[in-house]
């Protein structure tokens, strides 16, 4: 299951974490795919994240983020393809082909859906 985390920078400073949330992360041995900055809510989303502390720091938490409605908030198509691709552990790099009516994209090698 894949664990994406929102940072949330009021918190953190209040929690005296003040350096730029991805230094943070790295200084908590946390490893993520991609991080989408969200500066009108004062949040960092941090995709695929790996070797989580348990438990978080308070400016922390998981997040349930559905990545196709994340499409143009600061993540392009691009992006989420790609961390959707880790997050099905899709790693054969094909195309991807897009069929039906419902425009549904899926990887042309494993077949695994990617973006419905």
């Known amino acids: 299951m894949a664990r994406h985390l929102i940072f949330d920078i009021r918190q953190a400073y209040e929690c005296g974490a003040n350096d730029q949330p991805e230094k943070v992360l790295k200084e908590l041995g946390i490893k ?3 991080s989408t900055p969200q500066s009108i809510g004062d949040q960092w989303w941090f995709w695929n994240c790996e070797n989580t502390p348990e438990p978080l720091p308070s ?3 998981f997040a349930d983020l559905n990545l196709v409605e994340m499409i143009g908030c600061g993540l392009a ?8 691709r880790k997050e ?3 790693t054969c790099e094909a195309p991807l082909i897009r069929t039906g009516n419902n425009g549904c994209e899926y990887c042309g090698i494993c077949e695994k859906d990617i973006i419905d």
């Not at 198509?77 to 959707?84: G, N, P, S, V, Y």
């Open 32 to 34: 993520y795919q991609h």
């Open 59 to 61: 400016y922390l938490k």
């Open 77 to 84: 198509k691009e992006q989420a393809i790609d961390i959707l």
């Open 88 to 90: 099905l552990r899709c």
